[in-house]
């Protein structure tokens, strides 16, 4: 399978690393607006690879290429895809968790009939590898015979594929931001304040591991602890105080209070 990828970012990265390593696909060209992000993934890959940048590079209707994976910033969607053409028959797939399906007949539909979703239910960073065996695909396509290839290359690389909607994905995907994205942000927090008084993070990892594997094990509504759950007031008025004194951000203090009265009225 000759495959396009547009995009050369965190998610784009990983995908194109797992499909190089497939011998039934073969990576032809890689386009990114950050030439220099395009050329690094080229020499991880294969230095034969075509390399493109710029929104005038988006015609690979000469191309034989059988797929486009699409894994670019959902604010660059419309500008990209405006100016996308792709030989016939080519499917074109995109890798968002919030775009729906639907916005990919933004391209050249009259030469893009083949659509789709091929979604990784995951949090990508280039540093950090990840194993795809257990990583959920969440497969999406405007007709069955395109549901079954991308269904068929997905279940090469896990053993979690799923046939998911639109509508569902965008679900998911507010679930995910979060599991993942908030629930990080919390950490950083918790990294903030302990390096203000030269403490290590080192201290919360066990503490971090062992809330996570609680909530798998026996579900987050079941696993919840601390001041806010037992109501005790007057140590969530002392948590306060001192976060006020840090002067670190005013932002803390409210998420504080929110995360508080939230936990509180469930």
């Known amino acids: 399978m000759k495959t396009i990828f547009i995009g050369a970012g965190n998610v784009a990265w990983h995908l194109a690393m797992l499909f190089f390593k497939n011998k039934n696909v073969q990576i032809t060209h890689i386009w990114s607006r950050n030439k220099e992000n395009a050329e690094l993934l080229k020499d991880k890959l294969d230095k034969n690879i075509e390399i493109y940048h710029s929104l005038d590079s988006l015609d690979f209707s000469k191309t034989d290429a059988d797929l486009a994976i699409l894994s670019i910033a959902d604010g660059a969607f419309e500008s990209v895809l405006s100016k996308l053409i792709l030989p016939k028959n080519c499917i074109l797939a995109h890798t968002s968790g919030a775009q729906p399906m639907e916005i990919l007949k933004l391209a050249n539909y009259n030469s893009i009939k083949n659509i789709g979703v091929f979604y990784p239910l995951q949090t990508f960073?280039?540093?950090?590898?990840?194993?795809?065996?257990?990583?959920?695909?969440?497969?999406?396509?405007?007709?069955?015979?395109?549901?079954?290839?991308?269904?068929?290359?997905?279940?090469?690389?896990?053993?979690?594929?799923?046939?998911?909607s639109s509508k569902d994905r965008s679900i998911l995907h507010v679930a995910a931001v979060f599991v993942c994205n908030f629930s990080n942000y919390l950490w950083t927090i918790s990294e903030t304040i302990l390096k203000e008084k030269n403490l290590p993070f080192d201290m919360m990892k066990p503490l971090l591991e062992e809330t996570l594997q609680k909530a798998l094990e026996i579900n987050p509504s079941n696993a919840q602890t601390g001041p806010a759950i037992r109501n005790d007031e007057k140590v969530i008025e002392k948590h306060l105080n001192m976060i006020e004194e840090m002067n670190l951000n005013s932002n803390f203090s409210r998420i504080y209070k929110l995360m508080t009265e939230s936990i509180q009225q469930k």
């Open 125 to 164: 960073s280039k540093a950090k590898e990840v194993d795809f065996s257990s990583i959920p695909f969440c497969i999406e396509a405007n007709n069955k015979e395109i549901e079954e290839k991308l269904t068929s290359l997905a279940n090469q690389f896990s053993q979690k594929v799923f046939q998911v």
